[in-house]
């Protein structure tokens, strides 16, 4: 430990703020870790020097899951309608702290006709110092950011676009054209959104939405708006999962009989919203939501889908199962 004190109150905020996306002094969420007693396996990191990268192929197309790092926050924020005393004994039965969720950054890069295409750009420094661990692994593979042809992001919440903006406010992938969903573009770059849905204080999603438009702003020229549904090139098509923002994607990376669905944040965490079906709070549109995570969810089992969950624990693949009470996840053996 730290030797260093802090209150209850702060200890909360800072915890609550980096759930929020909210940008914080990185001494500030050090000491909120520092304050946790939350053992190091369950934080995650790399202070073992573990690899952050994982191969697999889709029919012709070779992709590469390239972790950002992590993110994470109360696990109410993640659970917004679990009964208390349901989720704490939940966590505690999957060895999971009860007062901070954990969650992964598995962006995926796809090569297909001779092009690079990044899906998801990561979080960055937007919502806590353990994200922007991509370039690392771009370079752990012999990869820069100068050859990334593509970004293509699900929705623009920060955890999504952090990536995007340098430190000194120029493009992290110099020579990627950024394909963003239109009506996300609308409503949280285009305008002021109203963020009254999000279970945080007023404060924390104003940084939340300056955060987005920092984020983006270096790509904005050039930005290719597309709507949920578009196939954006062969082999890679997107789906209309629309309730979590107003423009969210999922992702179908398909080569022959092979494919791959990303289901980029209908589910948080396999264990709150899949193995039990409880609600993401920052879903702007609950109902809305709560259909696209079952229609998809429903394809994905009836299909055998290989599945990549976004933030589920590195590197996010594996399956959906129908049971009779909902879905069950099965991750998938690690491949060498
Ligand atoms: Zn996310």
């Known amino acids: 430990m730290s030797g260093i004190t802090l ?3 702060q200890i909360m905020l800072t915890a609550v703020s980096a759930a929020a996306g909210l940008i914080l002094p990185t001494g500030g ?43 994470g926050g109360p696990p109410r924020v993640y659970a917004s309608n679990a009964p208390e005393a ?16 954990t969650l992964n950054l598995n962006t995926l890069l796809i090569e297909t006709n001779g092009r690079r295409i990044l899906l998801e750009a990561g979080a960055g420094q937007t919502m806590g110092p353990q994200g922007g661990r991509i370039f690392d692994n771009l370079a752990a593979i012999g990869l820069r950011p ?16 952090g990536n995007l903006r340098m430190a000194n406010g120029g493009k992290a992938f110099p020579r990627a054209t950024v394909f963003a969903p239109r ?11 109203d963020l009254s849905y999000m279970p945080v204080p007023e404060d924390f999603r104003r940084h939340f939405a300056a955060a987005i438009k920092r984020s983006v702003e270096p790509v904005t020229n050039g930005i290719e708006l597309y709507e949920a549904g578009a196939e954006i090139v062969p082999g890679l098509t997107t789906l209309p999962a629309l309730g979590h923002t107003p423009g969210m994607a999922n992702f179908l990376v398909h080569s022959g ?35 696209s995570r079952r229609r998809i969810f429903d394809m994905a089992a009836a299909d055998r889908l290989p599945v990549l969950g976004f933030h589920f624990p590195f590197p996010g693949l594996g399956r959906m ?4 009470t909902g879905y069950a996840w099965v991750p998938a053996n690690w491949q060498f």
């Open 321 to 324: 199962l129908k049971t009779d």
């Open 146 to 161: 100068e050859d990334i042809d593509v970004v293509v992001v699900s929705h623009t919440h920060p955890d999504h676009v």
């Open 7 to 9: 209150n209850r109150r």
């Open 257 to 291: 009989n092979d494919q791959l669905l990303l289901t980029a944040d209908l589910a948080y965490h396999p264990i709150v919203n899949i193995d039990h079906s409880w609600l993401p709070g920052p879903d702007r549109d609950k109902d809305t939501a709560l259909a």
């Open 183 to 193: 009506a996300d573009w609308d409503f949280f770059i285009r305008n002021d959104p």
């Open 29 to 71: 969420m050090a000491l909120a870790q520092a304050a946790s007693s939350t053992p190091s396996m369950a934080q995650g990191g790399n202070a073992g020097g573990n690899v952050g990268y994982y191969r697999l192929s889709i029919g012709d197309i070779s992709a590469t899951v390239l972790s950002d790092g992590l993110i």
């Open 86 to 101: 349901e989720l704490e004994e939940v966590l505690r039965q999957a060895f999971l702290p009860t007062d901070h969720l």
